[in-house]
C-alpha cells in the first residue's frame, strides 16, 4: 500500500478545502468500501480526508417525507421505527445488504457511491478502462458471469453493486450536496454515470462535493412494495439480480407502478416500459408475467451473464406479486 496523508474535519468547508488542497484526494467515513480498494491497490490516494464527524447522522421520517443524513450507519437506517412504518422498502433493502457487521460500518452517503463491481476493476494487473482509460476491458470477453447486462458500453460492463439505492430510485430520492460552489439537489436517477467511453467517472458529482443527505418526498405505496434480492448465497454477497417495486393499487387494479432493478445494470436501473404496462391493470399472474418480460428491453448479455436475462424477469415478477401482497 503506497504511503498517504490523512486528516479529519469537522464540517463541510474544512472538507471541501482539505480535498481540493491536495493532490489524489479521497473522502473516507465508514471505508467499508475503500479499505478493500486499498488493500488490493486499486487506488492510491494522496490524501485521505476524513468526514466521519461531520454531522449528518439525523434521521427523520413521517407521513410527510424523510430526512436521512449521509453520516447515518445503514443499521441506524434500516432499523428506525418510522423508516420502517413510512418507508419499509428502504428498510428492508438495507437488510438485505453486506453483513450486520458492516451495515454498523458503513454510512447512507458512502453506500451510495461504492464503485461497481468487477473482477477486472478490483484486479490491479487486468486490463479495466475504469482503472487506467483506454487500457481495454477484461470483462468484455472473460469472467462476466456477475457482470451487466443494462446500460453497458464498449468500454465497460461492470456492475453497480448497491441495494439501498435501487430503493431509493422507487422513492424518488432528492440527495442533497454541499460543494465549492454551494449547495445542490441531484435527483436520485441523476446521481450514477453510466460508462459510455468515460468509465473512470461512476457518478455526475463533482471535485471536493459532498452528499450531506438524503430527502424522501411522501410514499403512496408505503403497504404495496417489496424488495427481492437474488444471489449466490444467503448473506454478505452482492446481488445477481435484484428488484424494488411500490405500487399504488385501486382494489385489485394497480393505479400506478414504480419499478427499479440491482445487480444487472452499471447504474440502479428504472423500468419504465415495466411500470407504462402495469398502469391500469388488474394485478394477476399474465398481467405481471407480461410486464415482467418487458425488464430485458435493451438488455446486451455478455457470454457468461446470459442467464441474467431469464434471472432478472423472475426477480421482477416476483417482486411484483410480492408487492401486491399475493405472494
Known amino acids: 500500500m503506497n504511503s498517504f496523508t490523512y486528516t479529519r474535519v469537522h464540517n463541510a468547508r474544512e472538507a471541501i478545502d482539505a480535498f481540493l488542497g491536495s493532490p489524489a484526494s479521497f473522502y473516507v467515513a465508514g471505508a467499508t468500501d475503500l479499505l478493500q480498494l486499498l488493500q488490493e491497490d486499486v487506488c492510491a490516494p494522496g490524501t485521505l480526508v476524513d468526514i466521519s464527524r461531520l454531522p449528518y447522522r439525523d434521521v427523520e421520517a413521517g407521513p410527510r417525507g424523510a430526512r436521512i443524513g449521509a453520516?447515518?450507519?445503514?443499521?441506524?437506517?434500516?432499523?428506525?421505527?418510522?423508516?420502517?412504518?413510512?418507508?419499509?422498502?428502504?428498510?428492508?433493502?438495507?437488510?438485505?445488504?453486506?453483513?450486520?457487521?458492516?451495515r454498523n460500518a458503513a454510512t447512507i452517503g458512502g453506500n451510495l457511491l461504492q464503485r461497481t463491481r468487477c473482477l477486472y476493476f478490483r484486479d490491479p494487473a487486468a486490463a479495466c478502462n475504469k482503472r487506467h482509460p483506454g487500457s481495454g476491458c477484461g470483462a468484455m470477453h472473460g469472467a462476466n458471469r456477475i457482470n451487466a447486462i443494462l446500460g453497458t458500453s464498449d468500454h465497460c460492463i461492470a456492475a453497480y453493486p448497491g441495494d439501498m439505492a435501487v430503493a431509493l430510485m422507487v422513492l424518488d430520492a432528492r440527495v442533497q450536496v454541499q460543494g465549492p460552489n454551494g449547495a445542490r439537489v441531484v435527483p436520485i436517477d441523476t446521481l450514477h454515470r453510466t460508462p459510455g467511453d468515460d468509465p473512470s467517472r461512476d457518478t455526475t458529482l463533482q471535485p471536493g462535493e459532498i452528499i450531506t443527505r438524503i430527502d424522501l418526498p411522501a410514499n403512496r405505496c408505503a403497504g404495496t412494495c417489496a424488495f427481492v434480492k437474488v444471489r449466490d448465497r444467503a448473506t454478505f454477497e452482492w446481488a445477481l439480480a435484484s428488484a424494488a417495486v411500490g405500487l399504488e393499487m385501486q382494489g385489485h387494479t394497480i393505479r400506478t407502478a414504480r419499478v427499479a432493478v440491482g445487480g444487472v445494470g452499471t447504474v440502479p436501473w428504472r423500468l419504465p416500459h415495466v411500470e407504462g404496462a402495469l398502469a391500469g391493470k388488474p394485478l394477476r399472474s399474465d398481467t405481471v408475467a407480461e410486464a415482467a418480460a418487458l425488464s430485458v428491453r435493451g438488455a446486451r448479455a455478455s457470454g457468461q451473464n446470459t442467464f441474467k436475462l431469464k434471472l432478472l424477469q423472475r426477480a421482477v415478477e416476483e417482486a411484483i406479486i410480492a408487492a401486491g401482497g399475493q405472494s
Do not use: F, G, N
Not at 71 to 80: E, K, S
Not at 86 to 99: D, G, I, N, R, V
Open 71 to 102: 453520516m447515518a450507519r445503514l443499521t441506524d437506517v434500516a432499523d428506525d421505527e418510522a423508516i420502517q412504518r413510512h418507508y419499509p422498502l428502504l428498510s428492508q433493502a438495507l437488510k438485505e445488504t453486506a453483513s450486520t457487521q458492516i
